[in-house]
């Protein structure tokens, strides 16, 4: 069974950064993925990255250029460095994992996802 735990949530004015952290418990030798969901919309996918195949990276198109998604093996930990924040991006912010590989279009699909976070807030203020 894999647990995952989210940290550094908050409050930040726009054009400000935020760092999200992601700790597994039990196996994490798995894809990880970061989604968010703001009040009144459906869960959507931020970014995910692989175990396999040299860490690959996928982004949202909301957030390219200004997120960037790592992992420490060694510390079972998933990270979100969030830049450039806008109000826009206030959401609870959730890490999961599918307990196993994606590859391409399918690290995007929240389906994939077993094992899920408990969320942690972001809030960005204009």
């Known amino acids: 069974q894999t647990q995952l735990v989210e940290s550094g949530g908050g409050l930040v004015q726009a054009g400000g950064s935020l760092r999200l952290s992601c700790a597994a418990s039990?196996?994490?030798?798995?894809?990880m993925g970061w989604f968010r969901q703001a009040p009144g919309k459906e869960r959507s996918f931020v970014a995910a990255i692989t175990w396999r195949g040299g860490r690959t990276t996928y982004y949202a198109d909301s957030v390219k250029g200004r997120f960037n998604i790592s992992r420490d093996n060694a510390k079972n930990t998933v990270y979100l460095q969030m830049n450039s924040l806008k109000p826009e991006d206030t959401a609870v912010y959730y890490c999961?994992?599918?307990?196993?590989?994606?590859?391409?279009?399918?690290?995007?699909?929240?389906?994939?996802?077993?094992?899920w976070g408990q969320g942690t807030q972001v809030t960005v203020s204009s």
């Open positions: 999961a994992t599918p307990g196993g590989f994606c590859s391409g279009y399918s690290c995007y699909d929240k389906r994939l996802y077993t094992y």
């Open positions: 039990g196996r994490s030798n798995f894809a």
